[in-house]
């Protein structure tokens, strides 16, 4: 063991000698001349003291292979002119320079003879050595791309060392990648123009340069056209002479000597022509020299060409064959790997997608083996599952609780669904209804394909191995569903209570009518003052009890959509006078002003329901308006295939933060019930849901305190026209102006109908 130990020291300390003194500048030269030298003093004593060699000279063998092996050959030729002269000098009798050369010749002929026989076998075994090195540099570029192809997935890294593995290889002085830009889904995107290709990455250069292939057009013209257009590779030992053959001495990028470029390329790529019938765009300005030129294609699996590597060299005839079919391999690897490296990146992408989506489900999701052990579990099952095993009642482990279910699902291959009450932390009980799927996962352990091999065992793993667990909170629909139910009964409940209510109203406000009437005429005993007030009363509160239990018995009727509207052609100008002229006679204080564009307009509607809807915004712009003063309402069909109207006053306005929710049902501003103003809320809920189905729509603008504007819009069918009674008196753009004072005659006027 010490002497191994020993030996191996010994010989890597003889190894960094022998290197240390191989890059020593002088020492070719030094081991010619000291080698020679002591060689011939060697075999001199050996002649003078020992015994006689006849060919002596074959002692320098050894000095001229090492030399040829390890030093250029000047250093050789040296040795070996050094060595004829010390052979003919001291190792030829008579020893000294002064001799006959002529009986030597033969011998001299001989020795240099044999000397450049073991020159040229050195000198082969060098060459051997130089290819194997090469191949070997060129195996461990292969490999150091192969490794990065199958493990690097930074595009940007994987091309770069593509480009200068492609010149290592080949020993290119310079090499480009180009790609063809992808789309979101993986698709080449093709322009009008032809296929772009950008510059990927680029080795060789200096910065100026890259700076300028970066700005290049690579469009796939001149000799790049069968790279880009046709797939097929390109070798041109000299591009000048070759641009020079083609008739181009400068920059051509015309359209007619584009387009001739490609029909070239097509020709070349079919085989019709060689490629010395390639046409060539030249050289642009500031390009970097490039006498050799060699492009390849690179190819995606479905022979499409993804992009293009393209090498140059300033020295003509350097690229070969060889250095072709290596780079159209290198070429195609590369191509894979890029796809593999897009793939990667859009499957880790949908992976991240799918986490998120996972996580966030609003339904808690459990992955579990068939032993109940959790495999995985977004945010909200993760909250379920913590709720359940911290309750301080009975705890309980999820797993126990999900053995069984998970044993019937897996075993009996189907879904199965039960229900969990759990208490969180508020005390408040909530429901979930659990749904338990058989989950198919891939094993570990290899199992044989064929299915005589699979035991029963094996069949079941595959079958199932484990369970998917959703748990869907249901308390809210459980709510909603009973919140329904209330709402339906409740509806219902009004539609009988207000039906009922109607006929007892009638029957009470028919009595307390005809009592006074009866009276007035002197039928029966005279009532007393407190009587008479008393039975008027009873008649408003009558009245009010009735039109309350009409619009109960109306939003019943909406709710369960039965209400039926009977539509006819309606004049909406006389509608709005009568309705002006009955709310006017019921104030004194407000000052009703009706603006018209014509005395006529026809519209098919339901007359009743839409007298109710004017009768309700206008009598609410009275009853908001406590302090009186000019309710305006205009009528506008300048919009088309639509008539506006209008209803604006000066009363107390809709709070800003209640005026979203004002058409609800049941729904009053604070500001209306501080002032003590009556109402139910009802009103303006029927008033949006007839003009909503009569095709209109409702809408307001209003202030706290300055007063509110209500819109009311029908549709104007084609069919429906304008009619106008002619210019004067009132007619088109009229102004209309009720008071108290003129209420009653124009209530008379024969023009209302």
Not at 81 to 107: F, H, N, S
Not at 377 to 383: I, K, P, Q, S, V
Request: a negative charge; charged letters at 20%; proline letters at 4%.
């Amino acid at each position: 063991m010490k002497n191994n130990l020993w030996l191996q020291r010994f010989s890597v300390m003889l190894d960094a000698a022998w290197h240390r003194w191989h890059m020593f500048p002088l020492s070719g030269i030094i081991t010619a001349v000291m080698g020679t030298a002591l060689l011939t003093s060697l075999l001199y004593m050996c002649d003078l003291w020992l015994i006689f060699l006849p060919n002596a000279g074959v002692l320098y063998f050894p000095l001229i292979a090492v030399l040829a092996y390890y030093w250029p050959v000047r250093y050789t030729f040296l040795a070996i002119a050094l060595q004829i002269v010390c052979v003919y000098v001291v190792l030829i009798d008579p020893v000294g320079l002064v001799k006959p050369l002529a009986p030597m010749l033969v011998q001299l002929a001989i020795f240099l003879l044999m000397m450049s026989s073991i020159l040229v076998l050195v000198q082969l075994a060098v060459k051997r050595r130089q290819s194997a090195e090469q191949s070997a540099r060129k195996f461990a570029a292969l490999y150091k791309v192969g490794t990065a192809l199958s493990s690097e997935l930074d595009e940007k890294k994987l091309l770069h060392l593509i480009a200068e593995t492609a010149c290592q290889l080949t020993g290119a002085e310079f090499a480009a990648f180009t790609l063809r830009p992808l789309n979101e889904f993986g698709q080449p995107i093709t322009p009008v123009g032809g296929n772009a290709f950008y510059l990927a990455a680029v080795v060789g250069v200096s910065s100026q340069q890259e700076h300028f292939f970066q700005h290049m057009s690579f469009k796939g013209e001149g000799l790049l056209a069968p790279i880009f257009w046709e797939g097929v590779p390109v070798r041109i030992a000299d591009v000048l002479v070759h641009g020079r053959m083609a008739g181009v001495h400068r920059h051509d990028m015309s359209p007619e000597w584009i387009k001739a470029g490609r029909q070239a390329a097509v020709d070349y790529a079919q085989g019709r022509v060689s490629k010395e019938k390639l046409l060539s765009v030249g050289v642009p300005k500031n390009h970097p020299v490039v006498r050799s030129f060699l492009g390849v294609p690179l190819l995606d699996r479905s022979s499409v060409v993804r992009g293009g590597l393209l090498l140059g060299h300033g020295a003509p005839d350097h690229f070969t064959e060889e250095d072709e079919a290596l780079l159209l391999g290198l070429g195609t690897q590369a191509a894979i790997a890029l796809d593999n490296a897009r793939l990667y990146h859009s499957a880790h992408i949908h992976v991240l997608e799918t986490d998120a989506i996972f996580e966030h489900i609003a339904d808690g999701v459990m992955l579990m083996d068939v032993h109940g052990c959790i495999l995985r579990e977004n945010l909200a099952a993760r909250h379920i599952r913590e709720l359940l095993q911290d309750e301080q009642n009975h705890r309980q482990e999820i797993t126990a609780m999900l053995a069984g279910p998970i044993q019937s699902a897996t075993t009996e291959r189907r879904d199965l669904n039960f229900t969990v009450m759990v208490n969180t932390s508020n005390n408040e009980v909530r429901e979930y209804m659990v749904n338990v799927s058989p989950l198919h996962l891939p094993k570990a352990s290899i199992v044989p394909m064929h299915p005589r091999y699979r035991t029963t065992k094996e069949e079941q793993s595959l079958k199932a191995s484990g369970a998917v667990i959703v748990w869907n909170d249901v308390t809210e629909t459980r709510r909603l569903m009973a919140y329904a139910e209330a709402e339906r009964l409740k509806d219902e409940f009004i539609t009988i209570a207000a039906h009922e209510l109607r006929t007892p109203l009638a029957v009470l406000k028919g009595f307390a009518q005809t009592l006074l009437v009866q009276t007035a005429r002197g039928k029966g005993a005279e009532l007393a003052e407190w009587q008479v007030e008393a039975l008027q009363n009873i008649d408003q509160a009558t009245s009010r009890m009735v039109d309350l239990a009409s619009d109960l018995l109306d939003v019943a009727r909406l709710q369960t959509g039965s209400l039926q509207l009977h539509f006819e052609p309606v004049d909406l100008i006389a509608l709005l006078k009568r309705v002006v002229t009955r709310l006017q006679v019921t104030t004194e204080r407000h000052t009703l002003a009706l603006h018209i564009f014509t005395d006529h307009f026809v519209v098919d509607i339901d007359q009743q329901r839409i007298e109710q809807v004017l009768t309700n915004i206008i009598g609410n712009a009275i009853k908001y308006s406590p302090l009186g003063g000019a309710i305006q309402i205009d009528v506008d069909a300048h919009q088309q295939n639509t008539v506006l109207v209008s209803v604006k006053d000066t009363g107390i306005g809709i709070p800003e933060q209640q005026q979203g929710q004002i058409f609800g049902r049941f729904m009053r501003a604070d500001n209306a019930l501080n002032e003590g103003i009556a109402g139910t809320g009802l009103g303006l809920y029927l008033c949006r849901e007839l003009v909503e189905r009569h095709g209109g729509h409702t809408w307001f603008e209003s202030m706290e305190g300055e007063g509110s504007t209500f819109y009311l819009s029908f549709p104007v069918s084609s069919s429906q026209k304008v009619l106008a009674d002619g210019a004067g008196d009132g007619a088109a753009n009229g102004v209309l102006i009720m008071n108290p004072r003129m209420s009653a005659a124009y209530a008379a006027s024969p023009q209302v109908p």
